[in-house]
């Protein structure tokens, strides 16, 4: 049995709301879209050496961000490459296309939704809120340095036609 | 969280868990709205403001910055703003006048803000429309996410970014949209419309296209409607899925670009007559 690093990894998820009034054809004075993170990504006991991935159907694990609010959003993700230490010590991330997904409710299926590019989701409070899913894999080193490693997710939020 | 021995003495130990991190996990989280969603401001002003808002339960801390980009298209008509620190060369650019008060702030619960954003040309740029972004940077609010065990410690930060577009003009505006190519093809259960359209004057087309699927027997068996913005051509796709057991033949699309935007403010979006037309179904 090799080097065994207990790694519970949570990228934090996405904090905070993204904006408001954003809506297609519906008065300015529409709900506003509100992006709340309700879960973070845990990679759990990683070994070294071998890559460790949250797979988006993994409801314990991955990341879930809850959209509420009504009309159109449009998300990204600038993912990180690695979580880095102040020597550049690196542990390797890598987010796929099949990472994310969106979940209407809970007796729905999952909607893959790329989270390498730009989703445009539409917001119907009718409809109930809408959880945006994601997975992603870690890559432990198989001698792993010490040090302080830090990594930053950015969800970015623009209104569509804008 | 916990660390363990690993099995062997002479390895390196190193134990890292980091909890949940749980943002909004029991409560709502940060919460920071942005509007208007997109800014307009001429030379004679030369400022804008925007609201932001923290509706959530946590002091938020806020930067501003500013970037370019636009909405572009691949080939699959899958539109994307990429930001860019520094525009391409001979793109429009305000970035590089663009300035903020206040630039950073912490936004307690509740707590509303007025944004001035100044945009400050030297007098001798040219008549036209430039364009930016200004991205409100929201990284507050959240409990720690720095845990320490053994000798690694790992920190995730995470942050929210809004972009809003600001379009600084000087001079009169006029714009307009050309239909470069268009299509709309059965395919197997569905019909798949492709526009390719194209800017026309000096401003952003800032408006909105609604096509209609009609059937055989001129009845409407499809809508759809999207905001559009194209800053110089962008590429669009809509598919119409057709019920089991429907007719395979006969169909039209009917299709309209106008600038009617009522989700920006009134004085935004620079008008053009509508564009309309017809497409057969191959």
Same mark, same amino acid.
């Not at chain 1, 449009?74 to 296309?97: T, W």
């Given at each position: ?21 954003r ?10 879209v ?33 959209l ?53 989701i ?41 | ?25 029991a ?7 942005v ?13 804008? &403001?925007?609201?932001? *808002?923290?509706? $959530? =339960?946590?002091p938020?801390?806020?930067? +501003? /910055?500013? #970037? ?41 619960p ?53 972009? &809003?577009?600001?379009? *600084?003009?000087? $001079? =009169? ?5 050309? +239909? /470069?190519? #268009? ?16 800017r ?83």
């Amino acid at each position: 049995m090799g080097h065994r690093y207990s790694v519970a990894l949570v990228l934090a998820s996405l904090l905070a709301v993204l904006s408001g009034g954003r809506a297609l054809a519906q008065a300015p004075s529409a709900a506003p879209v509100e992006a709340i993170p309700s879960q973070g990504l845990a990679f759990g006991s990683l070994l070294p050496g071998v890559p460790e991935r949250v797979q988006v159907g993994d409801g314990a694990r991955r990341a879930e961000i809850v959209l509420r609010g009504q009309g159109w959003i449009e998300l990204s993700f600038m993912l990180p490459q690695a979580m880095l230490s102040p020597s550049g010590a690196r542990i390797p991330l890598r987010f796929q296309a099949n990472d994310g997904a969106m979940l209407r409710n809970s007796s729905s299926g999952m909607v893959t939704l790329n989270p390498l590019e730009t989703n445009r989701i539409h917001l119907n409070p009718g409809q109930g809120m809408v959880r945006i899913l994601l997975g992603g894999t870690a890559f432990p080193a198989q001698d792993q340095a010490a040090g302080r490693y830090t990594a930053t997710i950015v969800v970015v939020a623009t209104t569509p036609g804008t | 969280m916990s660390g363990f021995r690993l099995p062997r003495p002479n390895l390196r130990r190193i134990s890292l868990f980091v909890a949940l991190l749980c943002l909004g996990l029991a409560t709502r989280a940060a919460a920071v709205t942005v509007s208007p969603s997109a800014l307009f401001i001429d030379s004679r002003s030369q400022t804008g &403001t925007l609201i932001l *808002f923290n509706g $959530g =339960t946590r002091p938020e801390e806020v930067e +501003v /910055t500013f #970037a370019f980009g636009y909405p572009i298209s691949d080939a699959n008509g899958t539109v994307n703003v990429e930001l860019r620190d520094t525009a391409p060369a001979g793109e429009p650019s305000i970035v590089p006048w663009m300035r903020a008060f206040p630039r950073r702030m912490v936004l307690q619960p509740g707590q509303r803000q007025v944004l001035r954003v100044l945009v400050q040309p030297p007098a001798t740029l040219p008549e036209g429309e430039y364009w930016g972004r200004v991205l409100v940077r929201s990284r507050g609010g959240q409990p720690p996410i720095e845990q320490t065990s053994g000798d690694v410690r790992v920190q995730l930060n995470v942050e929210t970014v809004i972009a &809003t577009a600001v379009m *600084f003009r000087k $001079g =009169t505006m006029t714009t307009g949209l050309g +239909v /470069t190519a #268009a299509s709309a093809e059965m395919k197997d259960d569905q019909v798949e419309v492709t526009f390719d359209v194209a800017r026309q004057g000096v401003a952003a087309y800032l408006g909105r296209v609604r096509a209609q699927l009609v059937g055989p027997d001129g009845r409407v068996a499809g809508e759809v409607e999207d905001a559009l913005a194209v800053y110089r051509t962008l590429r669009r796709r809509f598919v119409f899925a057709l019920p089991a057991g429907a007719l395979r033949t006969g169909y039209t699309v009917r299709y309209t670009f106008d600038t009617e935007r009522p989700d920006l403010p009134a004085t935004g979006p620079v008008k053009a007559p509508p564009v309309t037309g017809t497409l057969p179904v191959r």
